[in-house]
């Protein structure tokens, strides 16, 4: 336990703004907020604030840098303008299934100093990772091959869009506590989020009909960040102890996502839903379609002066490095 005397001694609270319920997602931060607490005797204390009580999930940079809270979940595709190099995670089909590789990766990105930049002006720091589990889609529409998306109304991120819009689909970036009420009154027929839990903390599986499996469409940036201005009034001490719980986090969220897996597939299947595992010669032909999306991503990045090229190399060697150590 760290110790609680002199000068390096700080009472800390903070309050964490999450969009959704509690989940896979969320579980692991539950952990690290509990280890916190025990490892400081209470010093610093991590309260969860769910269900956008603190800031809906489209306005979580703006509540950090306005001091509404200390540490919020943020998600990169729901305001690429403010955050476009951390969006290189975004990518279609560029990130691994590997969990701690994901979050690996995003640490060693949030170090990259033209994203230390971007995050300087919205005063955010990493704290933890949230690597994901890879995005698959469930809804109202039978998809088995890639024509099926002709004409489908998609919720799905920006950029994660791209390979489906090829075949047809129509792209909406509906924020996750609204995609149940879109799916249902038809808004939208298929929705994308990563499998299973997600699915089932939303109620999608309620009212879908199909579940299309292994698809992977790639995965979204999502992290917790804390305000700067927060994360230095810590001691030392204190910052090197959450810091060193990362790795431990990373566990906790692989934990976290084969539990609900092994619940939620059974869900599925009692509730009638039919599972289609997406053939993978179908998904080679969206893979095939996925490279000129990265280029075009790192070209618009570069015409906007912004380091897209040196973000992108450095990503994909990160990528390959730790995937296979």
């Given amino acids: ?16 703004a999450l969009f959704g319920p509690p989940r896979a997602v969320t579980m692991p931060l539950d952990w690290f907020a509990k280890q916190v607490a025990a490892k400081t005797g209470g010093q610093v204390k991590i309260e969860l604030v769910y269900g956008e009580a603190l800031a809906k999930a489209t306005e979580m940079p703006d509540g950090i840098r306005g001091g509404a809270f200390e540490v919020g979940m943020l998600c990169a595709s729901y305001y690429p303008g403010k955050l476009p190099l951390w969006t290189v995670l975004d990518l279609p089909m560029f990130t691994p299934d590997d969990i701690s590789v994901q979050g690996r990766v995003q640490m060693a990105l949030a170090e990259h100093p033209a994203v230390r930049d971007e995050f300087k002006r919205w005063n955010l720091k990493l704290l933890v990772p949230i690597p994901l589990p890879q995005y698959q889609i469930m809804g109202k529409r039978r998809i088995t091959r890639v024509e099926d998306f002709k004409g489908v109304r998609i919720r799905v991120s920006g950029l994660m869009a791209q390979v489906l819009e090829e075949y047809g689909a129509v792209k909406s970036l509906v924020p996750a506590p609204e995609v149940f009420p879109s799916l249902e009154r038809g808004v939208v027929d298929a929705v994308t989020f990563p499998a299973t839990y997600t699915f089932v903390s939303y109620r999608i599986h309620e009212i879908s009909k199909y579940f299309i499996d292994k698809i992977s469409l790639g995965t979204q940036p999502c992290f917790y960040a804390v305000s700067q201005s927060a994360w230095n009034k810590l001691s030392p001490q204190q910052q090197k102890l959450m810091l060193d719980l990362r790795e431990g986090t990373l566990a906790e969220f692989v934990k976290a996502y084969r539990t609900a897996d092994e619940k939620n597939y059974a869900e599925f299947k009692t509730r009638g839903l039919e599972i289609i595992n997406f053939a993978p010669a179908e998904r080679a032909k969206l893979l095939a379609n996925a490279d000129k999306f990265w280029k075009a991503w790192v070209e618009d990045m570069q015409k906007k002066g912004l380091k897209g090229k ?16």
């Fill in 1 to 16: 336990m760290l110790a609680a005397a002199g000068a390096e001694a700080q009472q800390v609270s903070w309050k964490v």
């Fill in 310 to 325: 040196e973000v992108f190399e450095f990503t994909q060697a990160k990528l390959k490095e730790l995937g296979t150590k």
